[in-house]
Protein backbone atom coordinates (compact mmCIF):
# COMPACT_ATOMS: atom_id res chain seq x y z
CA UNK A 1 0.00 0.00 0.00
CA UNK A 2 1.29 3.35 -1.01
CA UNK A 3 2.29 5.87 1.75
CA UNK A 4 -1.02 8.03 2.67
CA UNK A 5 -0.16 11.72 2.08
CA UNK A 6 0.52 13.91 4.61
CA UNK A 7 -1.58 17.00 4.38
CA UNK A 8 0.69 20.12 4.62
CA UNK A 9 0.51 23.72 5.75
CA UNK A 10 0.43 25.92 2.67
CA UNK A 11 4.36 27.69 1.91
CA UNK A 12 2.62 31.04 2.94
CA UNK A 13 2.80 30.12 6.30
CA UNK A 14 6.34 29.04 6.23
CA UNK A 15 7.06 33.02 7.99
CA UNK A 16 4.30 33.31 9.97
CA UNK A 17 4.42 33.32 13.98
CA UNK A 18 2.86 34.53 16.25
CA UNK A 19 4.38 33.14 19.81
CA UNK A 20 1.86 35.35 22.39
CA UNK A 21 -0.13 31.99 21.53
CA UNK A 22 2.65 29.64 20.67
CA UNK A 23 4.10 26.41 21.95
CA UNK A 24 4.70 27.56 25.56
CA UNK A 25 1.09 28.30 25.76
CA UNK A 26 0.46 24.54 24.62
CA UNK A 27 2.64 23.44 28.02
CA UNK A 28 -0.09 25.78 29.99
CA UNK A 29 -3.26 24.20 28.93
CA UNK A 30 -1.29 20.81 29.51
CA UNK A 31 -0.78 22.03 33.11
CA UNK A 32 -4.22 23.58 33.33
CA UNK A 33 -5.84 19.80 32.28
CA UNK A 34 -3.90 18.43 35.19
CA UNK A 35 -5.48 20.77 37.52
CA UNK A 36 -2.92 23.57 38.31
CA UNK A 37 -3.41 27.13 38.44
CA UNK A 38 -1.41 29.48 35.88
CA UNK A 39 -1.53 32.94 36.21
CA UNK A 40 -1.20 33.98 32.43
CA UNK A 41 0.74 37.54 31.89
CA UNK A 42 1.03 36.21 28.12
CA UNK A 43 -2.04 38.25 27.06
CA UNK A 44 -3.27 41.79 27.24
CA UNK A 45 -6.81 40.37 28.03
CA UNK A 46 -8.76 42.25 30.53
CA UNK A 47 -11.64 40.42 31.55
CA UNK A 48 -10.27 37.31 33.11
CA UNK A 49 -8.96 39.71 35.77
CA UNK A 50 -11.74 41.49 36.50
CA UNK A 51 -11.91 44.56 33.88
CA UNK A 52 -15.54 44.92 32.66
CA UNK A 53 -16.70 46.23 30.10
CA UNK A 54 -19.47 49.67 30.82
CA UNK A 55 -22.74 48.52 31.46
CA UNK A 56 -24.20 50.95 29.46
CA UNK A 57 -22.67 49.42 26.34
CA UNK A 58 -23.65 45.87 27.36
CA UNK A 59 -26.86 47.38 27.88
CA UNK A 60 -26.97 48.70 23.93
CA UNK A 61 -25.84 45.42 22.46
CA UNK A 62 -28.48 43.96 24.18
CA UNK A 63 -31.50 46.84 23.31
CA UNK A 64 -30.22 46.47 19.60
CA UNK A 65 -30.00 43.11 19.38
CA UNK A 66 -33.31 41.96 17.48
CA UNK A 67 -32.24 44.63 14.53
CA UNK A 68 -28.94 43.12 14.69
CA UNK A 69 -29.35 39.47 12.79
CA UNK A 70 -28.86 40.16 9.47
CA UNK A 71 -26.04 41.63 7.61
CA UNK A 72 -25.00 44.80 7.42
CA UNK A 73 -23.02 47.19 4.75
CA UNK A 74 -19.79 45.64 4.49
CA UNK A 75 -17.84 48.65 5.44
CA UNK A 76 -20.06 48.58 9.22
CA UNK A 77 -22.73 49.88 10.61
CA UNK A 78 -23.61 53.99 10.00
CA UNK A 79 -24.14 55.08 13.18
CA UNK A 80 -21.52 53.11 14.72
CA UNK A 81 -19.23 54.45 11.78
CA UNK A 82 -20.28 58.51 12.24
CA UNK A 83 -19.43 58.11 15.84
CA UNK A 84 -15.78 57.23 14.40
CA UNK A 85 -15.93 59.95 12.35
CA UNK A 86 -16.49 62.62 15.08
CA UNK A 87 -14.13 60.94 17.32
CA UNK A 88 -11.49 61.77 14.34
CA UNK A 89 -12.95 65.68 14.74
CA UNK A 90 -12.23 65.71 18.45
CA UNK A 91 -8.40 63.70 17.96
CA UNK A 92 -8.17 66.27 14.82
CA UNK A 93 -7.30 64.28 12.37
CA UNK A 94 -8.80 65.95 9.20
CA UNK A 95 -11.07 65.03 6.29
CA UNK A 96 -12.59 61.89 7.65
CA UNK A 97 -15.32 60.78 6.68
CA UNK A 98 -18.28 57.96 7.13
CA UNK A 99 -16.64 56.21 3.25
CA UNK A 100 -12.99 56.53 4.86
CA UNK A 101 -14.02 54.36 7.86
CA UNK A 102 -13.78 50.24 7.86
CA UNK A 103 -15.18 48.05 10.88
CA UNK A 104 -13.83 45.01 11.47
CA UNK A 105 -13.80 41.96 13.69
CA UNK A 106 -11.24 43.55 15.67
CA UNK A 107 -7.94 45.53 15.00
CA UNK A 108 -6.39 42.47 14.17
CA UNK A 109 -8.52 41.19 10.56
CA UNK A 110 -8.19 44.75 9.67
CA UNK A 111 -4.22 44.59 9.99
CA UNK A 112 -4.10 41.55 7.84
CA UNK A 113 -6.53 43.12 5.66
CA UNK A 114 -4.66 46.11 5.18
CA UNK A 115 -1.51 44.39 3.97
CA UNK A 116 -3.43 41.95 2.21
CA UNK A 117 -4.52 44.51 -0.34
CA UNK A 118 -1.38 46.33 -0.49
CA UNK A 119 1.54 43.72 -0.96
CA UNK A 120 3.09 42.35 -3.99
CA UNK A 121 5.47 39.32 -3.32
CA UNK A 122 8.66 40.91 -1.94
CA UNK A 123 7.35 44.27 -1.15
CA UNK A 124 8.70 45.23 1.94
CA UNK A 125 7.12 47.07 5.13
CA UNK A 126 9.05 48.87 8.16
CA UNK A 127 7.29 47.23 11.32
CA UNK A 128 9.15 48.01 14.75
CA UNK A 129 11.33 45.88 16.84
CA UNK A 130 10.16 45.22 19.23
CA UNK A 131 6.47 45.03 17.78
CA UNK A 132 3.48 43.60 18.42
CA UNK A 133 4.07 40.66 16.05
CA UNK A 134 0.58 40.03 13.97
CA UNK A 135 2.14 43.52 11.87
CA UNK A 136 5.07 41.10 10.91
CA UNK A 137 2.89 38.08 10.63
CA UNK A 138 0.56 39.81 8.46
CA UNK A 139 2.94 41.40 6.24
CA UNK A 140 4.55 37.99 5.49
CA UNK A 141 1.60 35.94 4.68
CA UNK A 142 0.43 38.80 2.38
CA UNK A 143 3.35 37.40 0.73
CA UNK A 144 5.42 40.96 1.75
CA UNK A 145 8.86 41.20 3.60
CA UNK A 146 9.16 42.39 7.45
CA UNK A 147 12.31 44.99 7.83
CA UNK A 148 12.46 45.08 11.75
CA UNK A 149 13.27 49.36 12.79
CA UNK A 150 15.21 49.12 15.89
CA UNK A 151 13.36 51.50 18.79
CA UNK A 152 16.05 52.34 21.72
CA UNK A 153 15.50 51.56 25.13
CA UNK A 154 18.03 54.04 26.46
CA UNK A 155 15.72 56.72 24.72
CA UNK A 156 12.32 55.33 26.76
CA UNK A 157 12.04 52.97 23.83
CA UNK A 158 11.66 55.52 20.87
CA UNK A 159 12.04 54.31 17.45
CA UNK A 160 15.85 54.97 16.02
CA UNK A 161 15.43 57.56 13.36
CA UNK A 162 18.48 56.84 11.84
CA UNK A 163 17.91 53.15 11.74
CA UNK A 164 14.35 53.84 10.12
CA UNK A 165 16.39 55.66 7.00
CA UNK A 166 18.72 52.94 6.74
CA UNK A 167 16.38 50.47 6.86
CA UNK A 168 13.89 51.95 3.65
CA UNK A 169 14.92 50.33 0.02
CA UNK A 170 13.38 50.33 -3.26
CA UNK A 171 11.11 47.92 -2.22
CA UNK A 172 9.77 49.70 0.90
CA UNK A 173 6.09 50.18 0.54
CA UNK A 174 4.81 51.24 3.93
CA UNK A 175 5.65 52.20 7.47
CA UNK A 176 4.23 50.65 10.70
CA UNK A 177 3.85 52.90 13.61
CA UNK A 178 2.33 51.44 17.28
CA UNK A 179 2.02 54.46 19.35
CA UNK A 180 1.60 53.76 22.35
CA UNK A 181 3.63 51.14 22.25
CA UNK A 182 2.59 47.22 22.80
CA UNK A 183 5.13 45.34 23.96
CA UNK A 184 7.17 48.69 25.39
CA UNK A 185 4.34 50.88 27.10
CA UNK A 186 6.10 53.94 24.87
CA UNK A 187 4.09 57.09 24.10
CA UNK A 188 5.89 59.01 21.65
CA UNK A 189 6.42 62.51 21.61
CA UNK A 190 4.63 64.51 18.51
CA UNK A 191 8.46 65.46 17.56
CA UNK A 192 9.24 61.59 16.95
CA UNK A 193 6.35 60.50 14.99
CA UNK A 194 6.70 63.93 12.76
CA UNK A 195 10.26 62.56 11.78
CA UNK A 196 8.89 58.96 10.97
CA UNK A 197 6.13 60.82 8.93
CA UNK A 198 8.92 63.10 6.91
CA UNK A 199 10.91 59.97 6.00
CA UNK A 200 7.25 58.31 5.29
CA UNK A 201 6.70 61.54 2.97
CA UNK A 202 10.42 61.32 1.22
CA UNK A 203 9.82 57.50 0.18
CA UNK A 204 6.08 57.94 -0.57
CA UNK A 205 5.24 55.39 1.86
CA UNK A 206 1.71 54.33 3.22
CA UNK A 207 1.98 54.82 7.32
CA UNK A 208 0.11 52.38 9.10
CA UNK A 209 -0.69 54.07 12.74
CA UNK A 210 -1.82 51.47 15.51
CA UNK A 211 -3.83 53.50 18.31
CA UNK A 212 -5.61 50.75 19.88
CA UNK A 213 -4.00 51.72 23.36
CA UNK A 214 -4.21 55.91 22.89
CA UNK A 215 -6.98 56.18 25.96
CA UNK A 216 -4.18 54.21 28.38
CA UNK A 217 -1.77 56.39 29.22
CA UNK A 218 -0.19 57.00 32.81
CA UNK A 219 1.43 59.94 34.58
CA UNK A 220 1.50 63.17 32.22
CA UNK A 221 1.75 61.49 28.65
CA UNK A 222 -0.31 62.87 26.14
CA UNK A 223 -1.04 61.04 22.59
CA UNK A 224 -1.42 62.99 19.62
CA UNK A 225 -2.48 60.54 16.85
CA UNK A 226 -0.16 60.38 13.50
CA UNK A 227 -3.44 61.06 11.59
CA UNK A 228 -3.42 64.50 13.17
CA UNK A 229 0.32 65.08 12.46
CA UNK A 230 0.28 64.27 8.77
CA UNK A 231 0.45 66.32 5.46
CA UNK A 232 -2.86 66.06 3.62
CA UNK A 233 -0.52 64.44 0.67
CA UNK A 234 0.17 61.91 3.06
CA UNK A 235 -1.96 58.52 3.52
CA UNK A 236 -2.30 57.83 7.39
CA UNK A 237 -4.32 54.12 7.38
CA UNK A 238 -5.21 54.10 11.69
CA UNK A 239 -6.55 51.58 13.90
CA UNK A 240 -8.12 51.41 16.48
CA UNK A 241 -11.07 49.49 18.60
CA UNK A 242 -12.69 49.02 21.98
CA UNK A 243 -11.01 45.54 23.31
CA UNK A 244 -8.52 47.91 25.36
CA UNK A 245 -9.97 51.21 26.74
CA UNK A 246 -13.17 49.73 27.30
CA UNK A 247 -12.55 46.26 28.15
CA UNK A 248 -14.61 44.95 25.20
CA UNK A 249 -11.96 42.58 24.05
CA UNK A 250 -14.04 40.04 22.89
CA UNK A 251 -16.39 41.94 21.27
CA UNK A 252 -13.88 41.92 18.49
CA UNK A 253 -14.79 45.35 17.38
CA UNK A 254 -12.26 47.81 15.89
CA UNK A 255 -12.01 50.20 12.78
CA UNK A 256 -9.69 51.14 10.39
CA UNK A 257 -9.82 54.99 9.08
CA UNK A 258 -7.96 56.17 5.95
CA UNK A 259 -7.09 59.99 6.02
CA UNK A 260 -4.98 62.52 3.77
CA UNK A 261 -7.58 63.66 1.15
CA UNK A 262 -4.53 64.52 -1.41
CA UNK A 263 -3.14 61.06 -1.12
CA UNK A 264 -6.97 59.66 -1.04
CA UNK A 265 -7.07 60.24 -4.98
CA UNK A 266 -3.68 58.43 -5.69
CA UNK A 267 -4.92 55.42 -3.44
CA UNK A 268 -8.07 54.90 -4.79
CA UNK A 269 -7.22 51.60 -6.83
CA UNK A 270 -5.91 50.62 -2.97
CA UNK A 271 -8.84 51.19 -1.67
CA UNK A 272 -10.77 49.23 -4.36
CA UNK A 273 -8.83 46.76 -3.08
CA UNK A 274 -10.03 47.07 0.33
CA UNK A 275 -13.60 47.54 -0.15
CA UNK A 276 -13.15 44.12 -2.28
CA UNK A 277 -11.65 42.23 1.17
CA UNK A 278 -14.22 44.10 3.13
CA UNK A 279 -16.85 42.64 0.51
CA UNK A 280 -15.41 39.14 0.70
CA UNK A 281 -16.01 39.06 4.27
CA UNK A 282 -19.43 40.41 3.98
CA UNK A 283 -19.02 42.42 7.16
CA UNK A 284 -18.03 42.94 10.52
CA UNK A 285 -19.76 41.10 13.87
CA UNK A 286 -23.30 43.50 14.08
CA UNK A 287 -24.05 43.22 17.61
CA UNK A 288 -20.80 44.39 18.48
CA UNK A 289 -20.95 47.44 16.43
CA UNK A 290 -23.91 48.90 18.15
CA UNK A 291 -21.19 49.27 21.41
CA UNK A 292 -18.98 51.79 19.19
CA UNK A 293 -21.09 54.87 19.47
CA UNK A 294 -22.29 54.22 23.27
CA UNK A 295 -18.62 53.99 24.08
CA UNK A 296 -17.21 56.39 22.68
CA UNK A 297 -19.67 59.18 23.32
CA UNK A 298 -20.03 57.97 26.68
CA UNK A 299 -18.82 58.50 29.63
CA UNK A 300 -14.57 57.65 29.65
CA UNK A 301 -14.76 54.99 32.48
CA UNK A 302 -10.99 54.56 31.46
CA UNK A 303 -9.84 57.71 33.46
CA UNK A 304 -10.81 55.61 36.43
CA UNK A 305 -8.58 53.59 36.08
CA UNK A 306 -5.47 55.66 34.72
CA UNK A 307 -5.43 58.41 36.93
CA UNK A 308 -4.27 58.58 40.79
CA UNK A 309 -5.98 56.38 42.41
CA UNK A 310 -6.81 53.58 39.37
CA UNK A 311 -6.16 50.17 39.21
CA UNK A 312 -4.14 50.33 36.21
CA UNK A 313 -2.03 52.92 37.02
CA UNK A 314 -1.24 51.14 40.55
CA UNK A 315 -0.70 47.86 38.62
CA UNK A 316 2.08 49.80 36.57
CA UNK A 317 3.79 50.97 39.45
CA UNK A 318 4.50 47.93 41.45
CA UNK A 319 5.28 46.52 38.17
CA UNK A 320 7.94 48.78 37.41
CA UNK A 321 8.74 48.29 40.94
CA UNK A 322 9.56 45.09 41.48
CA UNK A 323 11.14 44.27 38.16
CA UNK A 324 13.81 46.95 38.77
CA UNK A 325 14.67 45.57 42.70
CA UNK A 326 15.40 42.52 41.14
CA UNK A 327 19.08 42.54 40.53
CA UNK A 328 20.46 42.53 36.75
CA UNK A 329 16.93 43.24 35.84
CA UNK A 330 15.81 46.38 34.42
CA UNK A 331 12.32 48.11 33.16
CA UNK A 332 11.52 51.22 31.50
CA UNK A 333 8.66 52.65 32.98
CA UNK A 334 5.51 52.23 30.67
CA UNK A 335 3.76 55.69 29.55
CA UNK A 336 0.64 53.73 28.38
CA UNK A 337 -0.84 50.50 27.35
CA UNK A 338 -0.91 47.16 29.43
CA UNK A 339 2.51 45.69 29.41
CA UNK A 340 6.45 45.73 31.09
CA UNK A 341 9.43 45.04 28.53
CA UNK A 342 11.71 44.20 30.97
CA UNK A 343 15.50 43.77 30.29
CA UNK A 344 17.32 41.01 31.58
CA UNK A 345 21.26 41.89 31.84
CA UNK A 346 22.97 39.22 29.91
CA UNK A 347 25.84 39.31 32.12
CA UNK A 348 23.57 38.49 35.03
CA UNK A 349 21.77 36.48 32.96
CA UNK A 350 23.23 34.31 30.40
CA UNK A 351 19.90 33.40 28.15
CA UNK A 352 21.06 31.53 25.17
CA UNK A 353 17.16 30.67 24.22
CA UNK A 354 14.51 33.07 26.03
CA UNK A 355 11.45 30.44 24.80
CA UNK A 356 12.82 28.28 27.14
CA UNK A 357 13.18 30.58 29.47
CA UNK A 358 9.42 31.35 29.85
CA UNK A 359 8.92 27.75 29.41
CA UNK A 360 10.94 27.12 32.48
CA UNK A 361 9.40 29.89 34.32
CA UNK A 362 6.29 28.42 33.29
CA UNK A 363 7.48 24.76 34.87
CA UNK A 364 8.71 26.24 38.34
CA UNK A 365 6.41 28.81 38.74
CA UNK A 366 3.10 28.53 36.92
CA UNK A 367 3.85 31.96 35.12
CA UNK A 368 3.20 32.32 31.72
CA UNK A 369 5.17 35.23 29.78
CA UNK A 370 6.41 35.85 26.39
CA UNK A 371 9.60 35.84 25.37
CA UNK A 372 11.01 39.16 23.95
CA UNK A 373 11.98 37.56 20.14
CA UNK A 374 8.43 37.03 19.95
CA UNK A 375 7.75 40.88 19.38
CA UNK A 376 10.82 40.19 16.72
CA UNK A 377 13.33 41.95 19.63
CA UNK A 378 16.86 40.34 17.85
CA UNK A 379 18.30 39.76 21.03
CA UNK A 380 16.96 37.17 23.75
CA UNK A 381 17.74 39.30 26.69
CA UNK A 382 14.14 40.48 27.35
CA UNK A 383 10.55 39.46 27.97
CA UNK A 384 6.96 40.84 28.23
CA UNK A 385 5.05 40.82 31.21
CA UNK A 386 0.71 41.69 31.36
CA UNK A 387 0.16 44.21 34.07
CA UNK A 388 -3.75 43.81 34.55
CA UNK A 389 -4.00 41.65 37.62
CA UNK A 390 -4.46 42.80 40.95
CA UNK A 391 -1.47 45.06 42.38
CA UNK A 392 -0.80 42.84 45.19
CA UNK A 393 -0.99 39.09 42.83
CA UNK A 394 1.41 41.08 40.51
CA UNK A 395 3.71 41.56 43.18
CA UNK A 396 3.19 37.98 44.19
CA UNK A 397 3.96 36.94 40.88
CA UNK A 398 7.33 38.91 40.53
CA UNK A 399 8.57 38.38 43.62
CA UNK A 400 8.77 34.87 42.26
CA UNK A 401 9.92 35.83 39.26
CA UNK A 402 12.66 37.18 41.50
CA UNK A 403 13.18 33.95 42.99
CA UNK A 404 13.04 31.75 40.05
CA UNK A 405 16.15 34.43 38.20
CA UNK A 406 17.97 33.99 41.38
CA UNK A 407 18.73 30.42 40.54
CA UNK A 408 18.32 30.02 36.99
CA UNK A 409 20.86 28.89 34.81
CA UNK A 410 21.21 28.42 31.10
Known sequence: MDTPTLFRKSHKLDNVCYDIRGPVLDHAK??????????????????????????????DVMRNLPTAQGYCDSKGLYSARKAIMQECQRKEIPGVGIEDIFIGNGVSELIVMALQALLNDGDEVLIPAPDYPLWTAAANLAGGHAVHYRCDEQADWAPDIADVRAKVTSHTRAIVIINPNNPTGAVYAPEVVRDLLAIAREHDLVVFSDEIYDKILYDDAEHVSTGALADEDQLVVTMNGLSKSYRCAGFRSGWMILSGSVAMQRAKDYIQGLNMLASMRLCANVPAQHAIQTALGGYQSINDLILPGGRLLAQRDITHEKLNAIPGVSCTKAKGALYAFPRLDPKVYPIHDDQKLVLDLLLQEKILLVQGTAFNWPEPDHVRIVTLPWADQLGDALDRLARFLSRYRQ
Open 30 to 59: RLEDEGQRILKLNIGNPAPFGFEAPEEILQ
